[in-house]
């Protein structure tokens, strides 16, 4: 694609060369049988149709993780390690064929596919094999005068068998950054990538089988209305990113069997720009960060309040950003993508048609799902485009006065993933960052702040719960367990907590609590 030379030719020759004694001296964890690893070869052929799973199936594959899980495959660092290393070697070996996939289902460039999907991904799981020691040791905790000689620790496990269900604006990205913390923490797992991006997701299903250990990690298809019945078989965690209709069912079917949820919920991110700031730096941060993989995603800025002051500087620095990005017509750049599907493309062009005023863009071409970089000019609140959720390349401006006006417009609406501040004026900044609630908030860019590995990524409210990135994600996908390891000595102070009840021993744990009171809390001598 563009030129690309494809990788899929030279899989098929390598997957020919193997043998069976080749396949059991493999250094990655082996398979259970060589049979079973042909089965994961015959699967990669590139071609063959990507059925998709239904819920009998999913059972199965349940079981046979669970079995996997038990059996305490997934516990030892170096199982872990050998996991998160073979994800790093499928990216790097098949890096054209993802290209490949994401240009056929969101005609994604490659920059685009190499830096903010497959290079991310690496970096995670390339961080989570450096620190991959230091996550599993147990952490050991202040101890008080009862527990001096005792060991007070928190130790993480793994929660067991997860779901990890995938959007399709990033569909490898969403994937494989909540595996590789699902790996790190020493879970089984099943992932389900959204069938809308369909070549990706089948590309999904064909490696991963042969990459990593097919006992322990499936790939599953399921479509949006069957995933609440797949939540429903019980898993020990689901992780889903997606819009907040879909995740409300499958936040719903989880409580059904009482299974914990992160969601990562997309929705309306506010975007400030003040009168003091630096407009030739503010415009393509902006325009960059709304209309990369044409305006699909989940952390891109969703409408812009612009005071009164830049609004006419701002809009006509966007048009040449768009002009310097894309030439003058879009649809002929290979810079830029298009629509996933044409009901995403219906949609969003009707909530365009009948919103504010065109003054950029506007062109569709319903053939091509082609929507141009479109920006929108007086544009109401009760305009369809600032009602509902949607996914598109376009941006709409609003005013406001000032600062003051900005916050109380974020904080009528429901907490959005992202709140984005641009500002020379370091107060306008720290009044945004404590005076409005969100998953989380970037001050003079935008985007970056959900693809750092050192910061958690999530949402709040409506726009989710829970996080993931680093050490975030092997958090979320592992329980802390309390652990106090106690001696049987000194019994003789202990006795004092049992019945017969009696006032001089009341009295004395009383005053053994007063000794360390303002550091320690109450009653130590327990």
Request: overall charge neutral.
């Amino acid at each position: 694609m563009r030129g690309e030379r494809c990788c899929s030719e030279d899989f098929q020759h390598k997957l020919q060369l193997f043998s069976a004694a080749d396949l059991q001296n493999m250094s990655s964890p082996p398979s259970p049988s060589p049979a079973r690893w042909f089965r994961a070869l015959r699967r990669t052929r590139l071609g063959e149709p990507c059925l998709k799973t239904y819920p009998l199936e999913c059972v199965d594959v349940l079981k046979r993780a669970r079995v996997a899980f038990r059996a305490g495959r997934t516990l030892k660092e170096g199982f872990r390690l050998a996991q998160l290393e073979a994800v790093v070697q499928m990216l790097e070996e098949h890096e054209c064929d993802f290209v490949d996939a994401l240009g056929r289902d969101l005609h994604k460039p490659r920059f685009e596919t190499v830096v903010s999907e497959l290079i991310l991904v690496k970096n995670e799981a390339l961080h989570a094999i450096n620190n991959l020691k230091k996550w599993m040791q147990p952490q050991h905790v202040e101890r008080n005068l009862s527990t001096s000689l005792d060991e007070c620790l928190v130790v993480s496990e793994p929660l067991g068998v997860v779901l990890i269900v995938g959007t399709w604006c990033s569909p490898v990205q969403m994937c494989l950054v909540p595996l590789v913390g699902a790996i790190a923490a020493g879970n089984c797992a099943i992932i389900s990538p959204s069938e809308c991006t369909a070549h990706t997701a089948e590309l999904l299903h064909r490696l991963i089988p042969f990459y990593l250990d097919n006992e322990c990690f499936h790939v599953i298809i399921a479509g949006s209305n069957d995933l609440p019945e797949v939540v429903e078989l019980k898993f020990d965690h689901v992780f889903f990113t997606g819009n907040g209709e879909e995740g409300s069912r499958i936040a719903q079917a989880a409580a059904r069997t009482l299974t914990p949820v992160t969601l990562i919920l997309g929705g309306k991110n506010p975007c400030y720009v003040d009168k003091q700031c630096d407009i030739s730096t503010t415009a393509p941060r902006i325009a960059w960060a709304r209309f990369h993989n044409a305006g699909q995603s989940l952390a891109a800025p969703g409408y812009i309040l612009c005071h009164t002051d830049v609004k006419a500087r701002l809009v006509q620095a966007l048009k040449c950003c768009l002009l310097q990005f894309y030439g003058s017509d879009p649809r002929e750049s290979r810079s830029y993508g298009r629509m996933v599907n044409l009901e995403l493309f219906n949609r969003t062009r009707d909530m365009l048609w009948r919103s504010g005023k065109v003054t950029v863009g506007g062109q569709v071409i319903e053939a091509e799902k082609y929507i141009a970089p479109t920006i929108l000019t007086e544009v109401a609140e009760q305009d369809p485009i600032m009602q509902q959720d949607f996914f598109g390349p376009v941006l709409p401006v609003l005013t406001v006065n000032d600062v003051d006006e900005a916050i109380d417009f974020i904080n009528k609406q429901e907490k959005p993933l992202c709140v984005y501040a641009y500002s020379s004026n370091s107060k306008v900044i720290s009044r945004l960052m404590t005076e409005t609630s969100s998953g989380s908030f970037c001050a003079n860019d935008s985007i970056v702040q959900s693809l750092m590995v050192a910061l958690p990524f999530g949402g709040v409210g409506a726009s989710g719960m829970g996080s993931y990135h680093g050490r975030h994600s092997f958090d979320t996908f592992s329980h802390r367990k309390s652990c106090l390891l106690r001696s049987t000595r000194f019994e003789c102070v202990t006795y004092l907590r049992y019945p017969p009840y009696e006032d001089r021993n009341l009295s004395l744990m009383t005053w053994a609590s007063t000794l360390s009171q303002k550091s320690q809390g109450w009653c130590q001598i327990l």
